[in-house]
């Protein structure tokens, strides 16, 4: 515990979605285990600045206050940033990306990638302007720069001029699913997705989650796993997801390689069944030709799954010696690393072993106390 005497602002307006993205979930957890960790020292005083009340969604101590800023449209920028002109906290915390146009006394971001700049096509217009504009924000504005790997803090230096000292790695945590092994197994009988993909516990599969878009690097899967399922016919590719920019082109690619029947795509699903999904693949595949981070990798640990990795951005730093690395622009390197996973056993055992050492590495606990010493800083 700290024995501060601040007030701490912090940007919830991300926090607790019900279809959570990979920011989103970063915000419900940092937020809870920092409340966790402040809650009850009556000398720091915690504000979590909101679109909606977020309470009772958890429990509050005295020192922690949930202010609601209504509005429909541009809310960190309007909202917040009138908030913030009213009256300022010590310190502003925001979770995700975007900072308000006034700021608080000490200003603390957390940027979870740079994509925009590497894949410039899979974002709109709009999307790339606001993003690189918001980045360089902040690169000049912020007292310091979370961000969650060696790779993203390359990127700000490379591309922002952001010198090293303003930023901070502080890797992501990982929190075991609440979810008993009842219940998994009774999403194979009683899911409608599950039923009506005719997805069951005989099935086997490569599988991968994830928003199907160009930047995951899904064509060149669909690609290998052509090649792959040549000799492996009993498999099929599971991709769960919601369509993002490029899914026609995904779409077009199991067309023109004639294996629809062999691609089952269930869309979105619920923490649950995508749990059900890991708990009962083969081989989790994760292709992605840029990440901040690479949360699948720990759920694929957490699962005990062999994983099938792209070697590109921060994945190595998450993955460590525990996944099959493969180029991400090799298609055939994909399809023979799937048949390694496929084909020897022991091989998949010994990543398995080694991914089961490496969860513990990764906590929100020790996001969260880090984060916390950071904006005490």
């Not at 419900?28 to 915690?46: P, R, T, W």
């Not at 067309?255 to 995508?274: D, F, H, M, S």
Request: contains cysteine; positive net charge; proline residues 5%.
């Amino acid at each position: 515990m700290y024995n501060g005497n601040m007030k701490i602002g912090i940007d919830a307006s991300r926090y607790g979605h019900s279809e959570a993205t990979g920011v989103e979930n970063y915000s419900f957890q940092i937020i809870n285990y920092l409340i966790g960790e402040v809650a009850g020292n009556s000398k720091d005083k915690v504000v979590l600045y909101s679109r909606e009340a977020i309470f009772p969604k958890m429990r509050v101590a005295k020192n922690i206050t949930n202010m609601v800023l209504p509005t429909k449209r541009f809310w960190t920028l309007w909202a917040l940033s009138r908030e913030m002109r009213r009256d300022k906290p010590d310190v502003l915390f925001v979770p995700s990306h975007v900072f308000p146009l006034s700021l608080a006394k000490k200003n603390y971001l957390m940027i979870h990638d740079v994509a925009f700049r590497h894949l410039r096509s899979a974002y709109s217009f709009f999307q790339y302007h606001y993003l690189n504009w918001s980045t360089r924000v902040a690169a000049k504005k912020a007292t310091k720069i979370i961000v969650p790997s060696e790779a993203t803090a390359k990127d700000l230096v490379h591309f922002y001029k952001c010198p090293k000292k303003k930023i901070v790695v502080i890797p992501h945590g990982f929190a075991k699913p609440r979810l008993d092994k009842a219940h998994l197994d009774n999403l194979f009988e009683f899911s409608e997705i599950f039923k009506y993909f005719g997805i069951d516990e005989k099935l086997k599969y490569v599988f991968f989650v994830g928003r199907l878009e160009s930047k995951k690097n899904l064509v060149r899967l669909v690609e290998a796993f052509a090649e792959f399922a040549e000799d492996h016919e009993d498999f099929k590719l599971v991709m769960a997801g919601k369509p993002g920019v490029g899914f026609d082109k995904i779409l077009k690619k199991i067309q023109q390689l004639k294996i629809a029947n062999k691609v089952v795509l269930p869309g979105y699903v619920t923490e649950g069944e995508k749990a059900a999904l890991m708990k009962n693949c083969q081989i989790f595949a994760f292709p992605s030709l840029y990440e901040g981070f690479g949360l699948p990798l720990l759920e694929a640990f957490y699962y005990e799954k062999p994983v099938l990795c792209s070697s590109s951005s921060s994945l190595p730093e998450v993955g460590g010696k525990a996944v099959h690395y493969v180029d991400p622009l090799n298609v055939s390197e994909m399809a023979e690393g799937l048949k390694k996973l496929a084909e020897d056993e022991k091989y998949a055992a010994k990543l398995v072993a080694k991914g089961r050492e490496r969860l513990p590495n990764f906590t929100w606990e020790a996001s969260a106390k880090r984060t916390l010493k950071v904006l005490h800083g």
